[in-house]
């Protein structure tokens, strides 16, 4: 699959998306999710928003549940959902507005980075001045 339709690959998603859209293609709501991994709901939320990731034990659990692979779920590479489940009805035009969507994400994580590494050096050199 090239880098224009592989959505959940790992150039374009990160764990949380790859966690949702299994989840989803699997017909299950976070709240279901939650309740057979024994977790509560908002650490799924947490997951799939990428503020945190499960431990292996939970990881493993997830991987069978959601159909895929431990690697998939890690690294978007080896045995994943089937792209054509969740995208198969999908007109280009939705298709494009969800590239758009995940290339405006990835800028934001981005410039949220270079923001935190310049806010981390003028602290430094505000500590220095004093």
């Known amino acids: 699959m090239n880098d224009e339709t592989d959505w959940f690959g790992p150039d374009t998603a990160t764990f949380g998306d790859r966690v949702?859209?299994?989840?989803e293609v699997a017909g299950m709501t976070q709240t279901q999710l939650a309740r057979r991994l024994g977790v509560k709901k908002a650490t799924i939320i947490s997951w799939e928003d990428d503020l945190s990731e499960p431990r292996a034990n939970k990881l493993s659990?997830?991987?069978?549940?959601?159909?895929?692979?431990?690697?998939?779920?890690?690294?978007?590479?080896?045995?994943?959902?089937?792209e054509t489940s969740l995208n198969g009805d999908v007109d280009s035009e939705l298709r494009?507005?969800?590239a758009e969507l995940r290339t405006i994400r990835g800028e934001m994580r981005a410039s949220s980075e270079r923001l935190a590494r310049v806010e981390k050096s003028l602290r430094l050199k505000l500590e220095r001045s004093q």
């Open 20 to 23: 949702a859209g299994a989840r």
């Open 96 to 98: 494009d507005l969800v």
């Open 61 to 82: 659990m997830m991987a069978g549940l959601l159909n895929v692979s431990i690697m998939w779920l890690l690294t978007g590479e080896g045995d994943g959902m089937d």
